[in-house]
């Protein structure tokens, strides 16, 4: 399975572009607009203003529909000073801490182990593996597995190759399985021990995780080329979120 990313919401431009000109009290040189979707008024001002306004402000993408349902423009003036704050390293850049991103990701127990190095700036909650490891059958589809080989002659000539990886993925499912009917009749903690420590890291969960701009600079920048497809499909979610060139620079630095 591919990582699987979900409920995107992003937020949190209008007091970032405040914060980011209280160094120079340059606040009246904003050029910014900000629409309420909580009001049919603020929607339509919105439709009116991207169809008027392109000259003033830089746009998201066509009709400004993008990741997240971000409907804020950015005018050229605070566009270029975000973009300059943006290339002056960490200390200028500290605006980009102020854009929320929420959203749910899916995704193998081996890319949540690397996911986790990025702390500071991320909160994530995690369906629980100890708790409801037992709560559904174990199935295929809940584990990564498309580059699993699955001719059983993949691995002739090779010890111990009389299987092919698939097989012993899937004996491994039937196993998950066993010890998850022994658990529930019996409740008996030993065969919960057996689900836990036979559980492949190619196991998908689910998190729902807070993050900014700032942390997905860090990521997008450490592993953009990464030689995991799962965080290449993370880094191509980054480069479609609003703006998302604040974070990826362009890849020019």
């Given at each position: 399975?591919?990582?699987?990313?979900?409920?995107?919401?992003?937020?949190?431009?209008?007091?970032?572009?405040?914060?980011?000109?209280?160094?120079?009290?340059?606040?009246?040189?904003?050029?910014?607009?900000?629409?309420?979707?909580?009001?049919?008024?603020?929607?339509?001002?919105y439709k009116h203003f991207h169809t008027l306004g392109k000259e003033q402000v830089k746009l998201p993408m066509a009709e400004g529909e993008r990741l997240g349902s971000v409907r804020d423009l950015i005018g050229q003036e605070d566009y270029m000073l975000?973009?300059?704050?943006?290339?002056?390293?960490?200390?200028?850049?500290?605006w980009r801490r102020m854009i929320h991103v929420q959203l749910d990701i899916t995704a193998p127990l081996y890319w949540w182990k690397e996911f986790d190095t990025y702390k500071v700036g991320t909160v994530s909650n995690s369906c629980s593996t100890m708790?409801?490891?037992?709560?559904?059958?174990?199935?295929?589809?809940?584990?990564?597995?498309?580059?699993?080989?699955?001719?059983?002659?993949?691995?002739?000539?090779?010890?111990?190759?009389?299987?092919?990886?698939?097989?012993?993925?899937?004996?491994?499912?039937?196993?998950?399985?066993?010890?998850?009917?022994?658990?529930?009749?019996?409740?008996?903690?030993?065969?919960?021990?057996?689900?836990?420590?036979?559980?492949?890291?190619?196991?998908?969960?689910?998190?729902?995780?807070?993050?900014?701009?700032?942390?997905?600079?860090?990521?997008?920048?450490?592993?953009?080329?990464?030689?995991?497809?799962?965080?290449?499909?993370?880094?191509?979610?980054?480069?479609?979120?609003?703006?998302?060139?604040?974070?990826?620079?362009?890849?020019?630095?």
């Open positions: 399975m591919s990582i699987k990313i979900e409920n995107v919401e992003v937020f949190g431009w209008e007091a970032a572009i405040r914060g980011a000109r209280n160094l120079m009290n340059s606040w009246k040189e904003s050029d910014s607009r900000f629409f309420d979707f909580g009001s049919s008024e603020g929607a339509a001002e975000l973009m300059n704050m943006s290339k002056g390293g960490s200390e200028e850049s500290k708790r409801s490891i037992h709560e559904k059958e174990f199935a295929p589809e809940d584990f990564s597995s498309e580059h699993l080989l699955s001719d059983p002659g993949c691995l002739a000539g090779f010890a111990g190759g009389d299987r092919s990886p698939a097989e012993v993925l899937q004996l491994t499912i039937d196993m998950l399985n066993t010890t998850r009917s022994a658990f529930l009749k019996t409740n008996d903690k030993q065969y919960w021990w057996q689900m836990i420590q036979l559980l492949p890291s190619s196991y998908n969960q689910r998190r729902t995780i807070d993050l900014n701009y700032e942390v997905l600079r860090s990521q997008y920048r450490e592993r953009k080329n990464h030689k995991l497809d799962e965080w290449r499909q993370y880094c191509d979610f980054i480069r479609g979120l609003p703006y998302s060139e604040f974070i990826t620079l362009r890849d020019t630095v």
